[in-house]
Nanobody
Framework: VQLQASGGGLVQAGGSLRLSCAAE????????MGWYRQVPGKQRELVAT???????NYADSVKGRFTIARDNAQSTVYLQMNSLKPEDTAVYYC?????????????????WGQGTQVTVSS
């Protein structure tokens, strides 16, 4: 099982981007999915998470601008980013905290995608 993220890029301040992250492989279920971001020299920080029931949590810095959503049938999580600011520039990583393998039934924990660069110019 692996996570494939896409959708990053370069955008002007005030613009929008949509990130996607698909979990690929034999998957029975996924618990929480989320997005984190990291800039050089700083720790990775939480951006937003969504539970399997659709409950969401956001960092204060993105509330009202970013929206996280998931498609359980497609094992995909999205991050719609509006009103982007230069301080949103970072590498964005998707994460699954726990999933159950579809064929063998075992659990996998703390899975990360490869990261996608988001750059917001002023």
């Amino acid at each position: 099982v692996q996570l494939q993220a896409s959708g990053g890029g370069l955008v002007q301040a005030g613009g929008s981007l949509r990130l996607s992250c698909a979990a690929e492989g034999y998957i029975f279920s996924i618990d929480n999915m989320g997005w984190y971001r990291q800039v050089p020299g700083k720790q990775r920080e939480l951006v937003a998470t969504v539970t399997s029931d659709g409950y969401t949590n956001y960092a204060d810095s993105v509330k009202g601008r970013f929206t996280i959503a998931r498609d359980n049938a497609q094992s995909t999580v999205y991050l719609q980013m509006n009103s982007l600011k230069p301080e949103d520039t970072a590498v964005y990583y998707c994460n699954v905290d726990r999933l159950r393998h579809g064929m063998k039934g075992f659990y996998m924990y703390d899975i990360w995608g490869q990261g996608t660069q988001v750059t917001v110019s002023s």
